[in-house]
């Protein structure tokens, strides 16, 4: 397949995309959707993935086309790296995402993506996408387990004595407890520098119904 002849952010020539849409619309799905299938069949994951995305376009609850379109997605994506077009291959994942915003399929081959690129930060946030509390989670098992090897590499390392240390936490969540119940639960709380959001949690334990918890490192704050 000669890349260069095709649209970046899809994978289709001009001559493709004029064939197609130069049918009658009531066809137009079940063609796009018939060329894709060739195309993905024949190792052409470019246009594949444009064709899929047409039918989407179309017709966005088609779940075989969902399942499609992800998987020449991933295919197209790493095609796209390989060849030094990352910026095109995250258009693709943009283009994807804005048809099919609550797909985890899409979300996950987004942070797969961005993790590749060292952009683990926005790859770890791709990653919660894809096993969202909405979402089903066990239908993405390897989603979870990117996101927890990602956070795990991203998290500093000074933070695992600090979560460990009983006596200090102990301290900490009886002094808190305490703090608590003389303010009342309806104080706001605007913990600064949070990191782990330990001791924002010891709070929540405590009772308390407000609380903010605010960090430099947008990684640490997301974790759940």
């Known amino acids: 397949m000669d890349t260069e002849s095709t649209d970046p952010s899809s994978g289709s020539s001009d001559e493709d995309q004029q064939v197609i849409m130069g049918q009658d619309m009531g066809d137009l799905e079940i063609s796009a ?31 075989d086309a969902v399942l499609a379109s992800s998987s020449a997605l991933l295919q197209w994506c790493g095609k796209l790296l ?19 915003p609550s797909s985890p399929q899409v979300w996950h081959t987004y942070g797969r993506l961005l993790s590749q690129m060292d952009m683990k930060t926005e790859a770890l946030a791709a990653f919660y996408r894809a096993v969202k509390p909405q979402q089903l989670t066990a239908a993405m098992p390897c989603a979870r387990w990117a996101a927890d090897m990602l956070l795990n590499d991203l998290v500093e390392r000074w933070h695992f004595p600090m979560v460990n240390d009983i006596a200090r936490n102990a301290t900490y969540a009886a002094a808190i407890s305490e703090a608590v119940h003389e303010v009342g639960y309806d104080a706001q709380v605007l913990d600064i520098g949070c990191g782990t959001g330990l001791l924002s949690m010891f709070a929540l334990r405590a009772g308390l119904r407000h609380i903010h918890a605010v960090d430099v490192t947008g990684h640490t704050c997301c974790s759940k």
Do not use: H, Y
């Open 33 to 63: 959707f018939r060329k894709g299938t060739e195309c993905l069949s024949a190792g052409d994951v470019g246009k594949a993935f444009a064709c899929f995305l047409l039918t989407l376009k179309l017709n966005p609850g088609r779940q």
């Open 82 to 100: 390989r060849i030094g077009r990352a910026g095109d291959a995250v258009q693709c994942c943009k283009n994807a995402i804005a048809i099919l």
